[in-house]
């Protein structure tokens, strides 16, 4: 069992920033597909960004895209969001998740095998 921890969750006002960061033993980490998704009560699972194994292919969801930047180090096994210009509605728990494979940046929950416990991420306006 991979065990992921985030850390970097918090409150902050709207237009501020928050920098997740997710740590997982390698070197399962290192060679796949990393994910964050976030989540409200009552409300699927979303897709925010992935980034492939070596960095070579990113991609975020509509909703964050100019806003949110995806990065990892595959030497520190870590995988970090830095989140700009917060809206109330980025208002969820963050998971960071491992993919199941590491060709492409996968955006459904299916395609991942490992999930962390979540932080909790709160915009106040």
């Known amino acids: 069992q991979v065990q992921l921890v985030e850390s970097g969750g918090g409150l902050v006002q709207a237009g501020g920033s928050l920098r997740l960061s997710c740590s997982a033993p390698?070197?399962?980490?290192?060679?796949?597909?990393m994910g964050w998704f976030r989540q409200t009560p009552g409300k699927e699972r979303e897709f925010v960004a992935a980034?492939?194994?070596?960095?070579?292919?990113?991609s975020y969801a509509d909703s964050v895209k100019g806003r949110f930047t995806i990065s990892r180090d595959n030497a520190k096994n870590e995988v970090y969001l830095q989140m700009n210009s917060l809206r109330p509605e980025d208002t969820a728990v963050y998971y960071c998740?491992?993919?199941?494979?590491?060709?492409?940046?996968?955006?459904?929950?299916?395609?991942?095998?490992?999930w962390g416990q979540g932080t909790q991420v709160t915009v106040s306006s």
């Open positions: 998740a491992v993919a199941k494979f590491w060709i492409n940046t996968y955006r459904t929950t299916e395609q991942y095998d490992y």
């Open positions: 980034v492939t194994w070596n960095s070579d292919d990113i």
């Open positions: 390698g070197p399962t980490m290192s060679s796949r597909t």
